[in-house]
């Protein structure tokens, strides 16, 4: 009963179906045949019509007048005369023939006659219109088209492989036949969907269409076939143990060969169905017993015809899944409890390089060898190559001592510098194989577990990881360093001629690695103390590089660049062994040096690539001169002037400003020589500020108390150096200098406000200012800084520096004048102490109001004669608070002819000033005007 229910079933499928894909295969070949008779026809009618409208328009023309036929007219007729005779001829002597040669040769007539006239047309058509170049454009798919030519295959393939489970899955439900039958109806149906899929494209009864391919009914039935097959082999492994692991691996390995092979013919849906059943396969038909080699013996021989497919068939997706499928498998080895199989991650790694290597380069690259020139990155292969090399150091880093390991970080970093020598495409591997062999040099005992500890970081590049594998580490690094740097040293003279791009890739890779593997060990070995050993060592890499530059420099100009690269590479050797064997304050200056001699070599050979390497240096100087601003320490030494501060700044100083001299060439940067001028300015603004406090303090630079004197001197300095750089700033065009020396003017400004006039005043505090009427502190403090703010005032408004700048400018040295006069007159009426606390004397307050008087009206002669309205204005403003201090506080403190005799004399001094105004400024004004 059971049997029969089923072939029941089976009968019916047939009997839906088989009408259905019969009515689809017979539709879709009439729709074909109608469609092209339809071309055919309209591509007949519109050549009818241009050899009409062209015979029309010959006889228009009058036979008197009628111009030479040109060679393409003329041959018109003789052609059309030509092929009706061959067409008779060939007509006559032709025998007898059936029904079936008849629609043959009528068919080989038609055409001919449609070649025929598309020669006229293409011999006559000398001024072609837009009429004549008709072009039937297909029409986009309307909804139907869609549901009637794609959907329905899609659906159906979907469909039938449903039915086919759903088949299966309800006679386990039922309890159907038994679970052979069950199996092998399944199999059978597989392969009676894969045997029609292959009959129709034999047939080709079911071929795609234009603009249908994606919905072509044979691959669809195959994939269908396909994923019933699957399921049959799996579920004879995991639902019935019929077959064992190993068998089952087999299988479904087999009938993944067979989708891909078939994909060959059927297309992309076969191969993504045999891809992801092959990679999927260890996971369906796993025992659990993790057998590493074998998985990976499997993933390298299901890969290797899983590429050639796609080397055949250009298809980069597949590739790409490749890639990503074993790489995948790597990754999940790699985090499973699989570390001691060693060997077996070194092959497998080993393995997929060589293959990757051949995918991506020998396969897809086969004319490179002609082509040498540089191309453009193949960012795929840098990607894969990229990932490769991080699983690799990953397995490396667990295991840093195992040979298999270290053979696999070998073998991977020399195929990627072979790909790069062989092809340009892959000069980006450069960056992923150097990385590679540098992190492996790091890699040391524990040093995972190490660096996993945050409080014991500092701890990972120090002597006790590596005590017993010092030498091991020398030598790891010397032979990643020899490697890239012997490589390169070979490559550029060969590259030079037609691959710049690629050679200066090499320069780049054969310099930065050995000096950066140089750093590395040096760190590690010696906890960043000096050491001569690892200095000759750097001071002989700089030679070596200084040899290997001036080879290049023989050659013509387009190694210039590759030239200044192996140029920084010796100088920056050449700092490192200094900054190996000096110390402090010796180092400051070395480097200083040494960023002289990079600016000297560049303004000698003409090659302006080395200047921002000079301006590099310079900054690293500056950083450490801000780490450490007394280089050696709090004893820079107690003579003034003639100190550690002077060789520690001055040198830096002079040596930037002579390098900032020698960059400025023609079609080089500005910036470098911009910043070499302006870190000259720093140096030398902080050798002025340290050597006053020097001096001031008797060498004592850290001691917390300062005075009025050491202020003002301070504050002095800032302004003089503003004033000096900013004029140099203006003449050299240098912005960042320009702002430098606003920046130092606003320091002076702000001490001077801050410090001198409310801190360290001697009115508001205890600060003796001496008992010279010339030499004393008030005119130190603000007599100079006043007049030096004025100074600063007019040449920030030559300077065009902001005008509220210049406007503050001006406040303050008014400010500071004004201080200087009234502190000059207590220190004429109390001497040394100024304080305000001990009171003002009657004398010596009216003496402020005469004071005050008396400077306005010589500002105001001088502004008059000098023709200056800022004169004028101070003057008056002085004049205005003194007439109002007269009026309100001094004569309100007189009595009897005292107070008439002030009043008096300020009414004649006020008299006088008008009659200044009136005669001498207006009344010029006047005289001059026309009468």
Not at 41 to 54: A, V
Not at 254 to 281: E, Q
Request: glycine fraction near 8%.
């Amino acid at each position: 009963m059971d049997s029969g229910l089923v072939l029941i079933g089976l009968i019916a499928l047939g009997v839906v179906f088989g009408p259905i894909v019969i009515s689809i295969i017979a539709w879709r070949k009439v729709d074909y045949l109608s469609t092209q008779l339809d071309s055919l026809q309209k591509e007949t009618q519109l050549h009818k019509e241009k050899i009409k409208s062209l015979v029309s328009a010959q006889h228009q023309k009058t036979t008197d007048e009628q111009p030479i036929p040109s060679n393409q007219e003329a041959t018109v007729p003789q052609r059309q005369g030509q092929s009706d005779q061959k067409e008779q001829v060939a007509t006559s002597h032709q025998p007898a023939h059936s029904h079936e040669d008849n629609q043959i040769l009528a068919a080989q007539t038609s055409q001919s006659i449609i070649q025929s006239s598309h020669e006229a047309t293409t011999a006559i058509d000398t001024e072609p219109t837009n009429q004549d170049e008709l072009v039937l454009s297909p029409s986009t798919p309307s909804i139907e088209e869609k549901i009637g030519t794609r959907w329905a295959v899609w659906v159906g393939g979907v469909a039938l492989a449903l039915g086919g489970v759903f088949l299966i899955r309800y006679s386990l439900e039922a309890g159907f036949f038994g679970p052979t039958v069950r199996l092998t109806l399944a199999a059978i149906l597989g392969f009676i969907l894969m045997g029609a899929g292959e009959f129709f494209r034999r047939k080709e009864l079911a071929s795609p269409i234009s603009g249908l391919e994606a919905a072509s009914i044979p691959p669809i039935l195959t994939s269908a076939g396909i994923v019933a097959l699957y399921g049959v082999a799996y579920a004879a492994f995991a639902l019935y143990g019929f077959i064992g692991a190993g068998t089952a691996f087999a299988v479904m390995a087999a009938i993944s060969a067979l989708s891909l092979i078939t994909s060959l013919l059927h297309g992309p849906f076969l191969a993504g169905a045999g891809f992801l059943g092959a990679y999927a396969t260890p996971i369906l038909a796993s025992t659990g017993s993790g057998d590493i080699p074998s998985l990976y013996f499997y993933l390298i021989a299901i890969s290797i015809p899983v590429i050639i497919l796609a080397r055949i068939r250009l298809w980069l997706w597949l590739m790409r899944s490749v890639i990503i499928a074993t790489l995948g498998w790597a990754l999940l080895t790699l985090l499973g409890e699989y570390g001691h199989e060693t060997v077996s991650h070194a092959l497998y790694l080993i393995a997929l390089g060589l293959i990757f290597s051949a995918a991506l380069f020998w396969s897809l690259h086969p004319t490179l060898n002609e082509n040498k020139n540089d191309q453009g990155q193949d960012w795929m292969a840098f990607a894969t190559f990229a990932a490769l090399s991080a699983l690799a150091f990953a397995h490396y880093a667990s295991a840093p001592n195992d040979l298999a390991l270290q053979a696999m970080i070998t073998t991977l970093v020399l195929l990627q510098l072979g790909l790069v020598w062989q092809w340009s495409a892959a000069n980006s591997l450069l960056g992923s194989a150097g990385l590679l062999g540098f992190l492996a040099i790091l890699a040391g005992p524990d040093i995972i577990e190490q660096a996993s500890n945050l409080e014991r970081i500092a701890d990972v590049f120090i002597l006790q990881i590596y005590s017993e594998q010092r030498m091991a580490l020398i030598l790891k690094a010397i032979s990643v360093a020899a490697l890239f740097g012997g490589v390169a040293k070979i490559a550029i003279p060969r590259l030079l001629p037609y691959a710049t791009r690629t050679a200066t890739g090499w320069a780049l890779a054969g310099t930065i690695l050995p000096v950066v593997t140089l750093i590395a060990v040096y760190l590690i070995l010696t906890r960043f103390e000096t050491s001569m050993p690892f200095a000759i060592v750097a001071i002989g890499l700089g030679l070596i590089f200084s040899w290997i530059s001036r080879e290049l420099l023989q050659g013509a100009a387009g190694r210039r660049l590759i030239t200044a690269i192996y140029i920084i590479a010796a100088l920056s050797s050449g700092a490192l062994g200094l900054t190996i064997a000096m110390e402090k304050g010796w180092l400051t200056v070395a480097l200083a040096f040494t960023t002289l001699g990079a600016a000297f070599t560049a303004h000698r050979l003409k090659i302006w690539q080395i200047g921002p390497f000079a301006a590099l240096l310079a900054l690293i100087v500056g950083i450490r001169l801000f780490l450490d601003p007394l280089i050696v320490g709090t004893d820079v030494g107690r003579t003034p002037i003639f100190n550690w501060l002077l060789w520690g700044y001055g040198t830096p100083a002079l040596c930037f400003y002579v390098s900032a001299s020698y960059l400025r060439m023609k079609n080089a940067p500005s910036w470098p020589t911009q910043v070499l001028d302006a870190l000259s300015m720093v140096a030398v603004a902080a050798l002025v500020g340290f050597q006053v406090r020097h001096t001031m303090n008797d060498g004592a630079i850290f001691i917390t108390t300062t005075g009025l004197a050491e202020v003002a001197i301070q504050s002095m300095m800032a302004l003089s150096l503003s004033i000096g750089y900013g004029r140099i700033s203006s003449r050299m065009s240098n912005l960042i200098m320009r702002q430098g020396s606003l920046c130092l003017a606003i320091i002076g400004l702000v001490m001077m406000v801050i410090l001198l006039a409310i801190r360290y005043n001697p009115a508001l505090s205890s600060q003796s200012v001496g008992e010279g009427h010339i030499f004393n502190l008030v005119n130190l403090g603000y007599l100079l800084p006043g007049l030096l703010t004025a100074w600063l005032a007019r040449e920030s408004q030559t300077l065009n520096r902001p005008i509220h700048f210049t406007i503050i400018t001006k406040s303050v040295a008014g400010l500071f004048l004004f201080l200087w006069l009234n502190l000059t007159v207590r220190h004429a009426w109390q001497g040394d102490n100024l304080l305000l606390t001990d009171g003002i004397p009657d004398g010596e307050f009216y003496s402020y109001s005469a004071a005050w008087l008396f400077s306005g009206i010589l500002l105001l002669v001088v502004g008059i004669f000098r023709q200056n309205f800022l004169y004028r204005k101070i003057s008056a403003a002085l004049i205005i608070l003194a007439v109002l201090k007269i009026f309100v506080l001094d004569t309100a403190q007189l009595e009897g002819v005292l107070r008439a005799l002030s009043f008096i004399g300020l009414g004649v001094v006020l008299i006088g000033i008008g009659l200044l105004y009136q005669r001498l400024l207006f009344g010029q004004k006047s005289q001059k005007k026309p009468a």
